[in-house]
């Protein structure tokens, strides 16, 4: 059974389009989190959800609009998609003490054209 | 805020010689730091992580890390490499109540036969 999963895994697209990215967790974790990974491999923060609700957000673009519906999934939708969007996207889950492992996906490998 | 810092972008060993990956980080309260390992085109997999018991941890697949708080250090060795151990490495820092990693730049890890 897979903890953390993303789809889709891969996603070619042309700039200006609009794109989601689905992510689940069956851990039953409250906290969910979006990190973006560039092309030099650099781990950054992007979302992060407890409960619902937002509790992050690193000054990211508001072309970038998450939502929960509901604890097990957090979605990334992107808006007018831009050359520089282009990298791996994960999401991942913990428990939301600071202390506790975050479990991640396989990621989404976005290309923008 | 914290940050960490990972010394050297590249690192690579002989098979069956001493693996040592350099982390440092930066934070004014107590940090909990981890170690992740990404296999090409997968996810993050947790390590190890220090949570302010022992400061001597042991993870997975051999490999261990010392919390030295007087030198901010959080290095992570394995006695013998393995072939199998070719993989990027994070080194990551996170705080008592942070909904958040914040990661190193990465290390990349290659055994030679």
């Known amino acids: 059974d897979t903890a953390v999963s993303q789809t889709p895994k891969y996603l070619v697209t042309q700039m200006g389009n609009d794109k989601s990215i689905k992510c689940e967790q069956n851990?039953?974790?409250?906290?969910m989190y979006w990190y973006k990974q560039d092309s030099k491999k650099f781990l950054k923060i992007m979302f992060s959800?407890?409960?619902?609700?937002?509790?992050i957000n690193e000054t990211v673009p508001n072309r970038f609009s998450p939502k929960s519906p509901d604890k097990a999934h957090l979605n990334l939708h992107i808006n007018s998609l831009e050359l520089g969007d282009s990298a791996v996207y994960f999401c991942a889950s913990s428990i939301p003490t600071g202390q506790e492992t975050q479990y991640f996906g396989p990621g989404t490998r976005l290309l923008v054209l | 805020a914290q940050s960490v810092t990972q010394l050297g972008s590249h690192v690579s060993v002989s098979e069956g010689a001493l693996v040592l990956l350099r982390c440092n980080y930066s934070?004014?309260?107590?940090?909990?730091l981890f170690w992740y390992v990404q296999y090409p085109n997968q996810g993050l997999q947790l390590l190890l992580k220090?949570?302010?018991?022992?400061?001597l941890v042991k993870g997975i697949n051999g490999f261990e890390a010392e919390f030295k708080k007087s030198e901010t250090s959080f290095h992570l060795t394995k006695p013998s490499a393995h072939m199998s151990d070719a993989a990027e490495y994070f080194c990551?820092?996170?705080?008592?109540?942070?909904?958040?990693?914040?990661f190193g730049q990465g290390t990349r890890l290659t055994i030679n036969p």
């Open positions: 934070s004014s309260v107590p940090p909990y």
């Open positions: 959800y407890n409960n619902k609700e937002l509790i």
């Open positions: 851990l039953g974790h409250d906290t």
């Open positions: 220090y949570t302010s018991a022992a400061t």
């Open positions: 990551a820092v996170s705080v008592r109540g942070a909904q958040k990693l914040v």
